[in-house]
């Protein structure tokens, strides 16, 4: 591709399943996309997935973070969509990195755009999902630790 395509994560999942996300610029901006290998990761899809639902390439997305269990793909990220400081976003997988939901979570509770948050990390045991990330609310320079878990 013309496009820079970096930090790549690889899972694996059950029956010979791996998925790939990782930060695209095939629009310009950073963005997290997917692409998902069967067979030993010998057979892909033919058209890599945006991660972010509709939206690739109208934000820049850092920071990415994924995680699976069973099916459940779980891909996290920080992004300036609210035109301020960063938040955290993730997005969901229910049939194995195939495809994604039409609509992104949003992890962080301040005003969107408010206070810098990056540097998430998540994890998915059990049907549940926990992320936690660096968030900057208290006065804008000092980093604390928040979590927030779904299911």
Do not use: C, K
């Amino acid at each position: 591709f013309a496009q820079d395509s970096v930090r790549p994560i690889a899972l694996a999942l059950p029956g010979r399943v791996a998925v790939v996300v990782w930060e695209d610029r095939r629009f310009g901006l950073p963005t997290p996309y997917a692409n998902r290998g069967t067979e030993a990761g010998t057979r892909w899809m033919t058209a890599d997935v945006s991660v972010p639902a509709g939206r690739p390439g109208q934000f820049s997305a850092y920071n990415l973070a994924a995680s699976a269990s069973g099916n459940l793909v779980f891909v996290t990220w920080a992004d300036n969509r609210a035109s301020g400081a960063l938040d955290i976003w993730g997005n969901y997988s229910l049939d194995g990195g195939a495809s994604y939901q039409p609509a992104d979570v949003r992890f962080d509770t301040t005003a969107a755009g408010a206070s810098d948050s990056n540097n998430p990390s998540v994890l998915v045991t059990g049907g549940r999902v926990h992320v936690v990330w660096l968030d900057r609310r208290a006065d804008g320079v000092t980093g604390d630790i928040y979590y927030r878990g779904m299911r």
